[in-house]
């Protein structure tokens, strides 16, 4: 009989073992050590030397029919370089965390799950966290664990959930739903921003036609005038066009400039705390959009709460967790206040219908679930509600939207158009 050493993980709990078992061969071996309900991933022989000897490049067959290197080696974890932006955008990370609770709920545990989505993610930054995250846990700790050691990829939100899982016992049905959240959630913020898209595209194309007007075609017209008026005076409305032309062309890099620092400072003071708070009231009040954003953050709102909430989050927890991935500042300070008063022993809709940002409709459906129980189920019909209601606004907004851009877009350029056709009038007249 020879003494093998082995790392093997538990088909119960995923977790990792080690240890050290006497067998004929590797293959009995891993029979062996299946039949105690664990599943091997190296085994190596045991010798009396430091190091052991390492049966290599020699297989033992899985019962699902997979291949286990036998290698005693360990595995060496990557250094994670220095990034610019975002490892994964919200869409690739969704699709992780599908994939992640189908085959956590199909029975596999967390860290071959883990190891099976490494091998095919083509990302090889991320890559590198889904290896680490195998490595944190064949090392003993949990899978939240490893997460936390990844802000920049998981947020509070994700950390939470997958925390609230485990202590319950319920993981794949928590990655299921937190699945099921993002989707709805990048779902509706694709439609805020398609909704968006037009207006800024529209202004785009219209200031570049102005822009090509004012520096080629109207210095051209100039030279016109002066020499068939020969001195006689323009209109008003002309001299004004031809002014801001002239600037334009004889001061285009200031231009520029002048519009790219305008827009670097509205960005930085948009970023601090007084600027945040005022663009924020400003996306809430606005005739037309403001509806928009305001339904968003409703159904933001109550989404995350009720999927915390069913995921067996605590409600104070919850609330901070919702506070801080709100999107609005004024919801943020609604939900502080909710917050405090419940940590107080109130219940949360008599604070929220306080605050005077949420509708009477949402605090009343909150106000029901208290009552009856089902806090959670409320809070995700409400999101529901207000997930079709975006889908209206967007539809109304945009039908609004298509209008007032080609009226915007005749007063300009027809207010060029008339300042040029003024002296071909008067040139007429005179000539007449």
Same mark, same amino acid.
């Given at each position: 009989m020879t003494k093998f050493t082995y790392s093997a993980i538990e088909s119960a709990s995923g977790k990792e073992k080690k240890g050290v078992i006497e067998s004929a061969s590797p293959e009995q071996a891993s029979a062996e050590l299946k039949a105690m309900g664990l599943i091997p991933t190296s085994i190596a022989v045991e010798v009396s030397s430091t190091k052991p000897?390492? #049966?290599?490049?020699?297989?033992?067959?899985k019962e699902a029919g997979s291949p286990v290197k036998v290698d005693a080696k360990p595995v060496k974890k990557k250094k994670q370089g220095i990034t610019f932006g975002r490892i994964i955008n919200n869409q690739a990370l969704t699709v992780f965390t599908r994939q992640l609770a189908t085959l956590?709920?199909?029975?596999?545990?967390?860290?071959r799950s883990l190891e099976t989505l490494s091998r095919q993610e083509k990302n090889l930054l991320f890559k590198e966290v889904i290896e680490s995250l195998v490595e944190n846990i064949r090392s003993g700790g949990n899978f939240s664990d490893g997460l936390l050691q990844h802000p920049k990829v998981f947020d509070r939100l994700y950390i939470n959930m997958v925390?609230?899982?485990?202590?319950?016992? #319920?993981?794949g049905t928590t990655l299921d739903r937190l699945s099921r959240f993002m989707e709805k959630s990048e779902k509706i913020k694709g439609k805020v921003k398609a909704a968006m898209t037009y207006p800024v595209i529209i202004v785009f194309v219209a200031v570049a036609i102005v822009g090509a007007l004012m520096?080629?075609?109207?210095?051209?017209?100039?030279?016109?005038?002066a020499g068939m008026l020969k001195g006689q005076s323009m209109p008003a409305l002309t001299l004004g066009v031809l002014a801001v032309s002239n600037f334009i062309k004889n001061h285009i890099?200031?231009?520029?400039?002048v519009g790219a620092v305008a827009y670097f400072a509205f960005k930085a003071w948009h970023k601090t705390p007084k600027g945040t708070r005022v663009v924020d009231w400003l996306l809430l009040k606005s005739p037309g959009v403001g509806p928009l954003f305001l339904k968003s953050s409703i159904s933001?709102?109550?989404r995350t709460l009720g999927t915390l909430l069913?995921?067996?989050?605590?409600?104070l927890q919850a609330l901070l967790i919702t506070r801080d991935t709100s999107g609005n500042v004024h919801v943020s300070d609604a939900l502080n206040l909710v917050h405090d008063r419940v940590k107080e022993g109130d219940n949360v809709a008599r604070p929220l219908d306080s605050t005077g940002v949420f509708p009477p409709m949402v605090t009343s459906m909150i106000e029901v679930g208290e009552e009856t129980g089902a806090l959670p189920e409320m809070l995700n019909r409400v999101a529901d509600t207000y997930d079709d209601e975006v889908d209206n606004s967007v539809a109304g907004l945009t039908s609004i939207i298509e209008p007032v851009m080609i009226v915007f877009m005749a007063?300009?350029?027809g207010t060029i158009v008339i300042a040029l056709f003024l002296p071909i009038v008067k040139i007429i007249q005179t000539l007449s």
């Open positions: 000897v390492v #049966v290599a490049k020699k297989e033992i067959k956590v709920n199909a029975g596999m545990p967390i860290m925390k609230a899982g485990e202590a319950g016992g #319920v993981l520096v080629f075609v109207i210095p051209q017209f100039e030279k016109i005038f890099i200031i231009t520029v400039g933001r709102f109550t069913a995921s067996g989050v605590p409600i007063v300009v350029v």
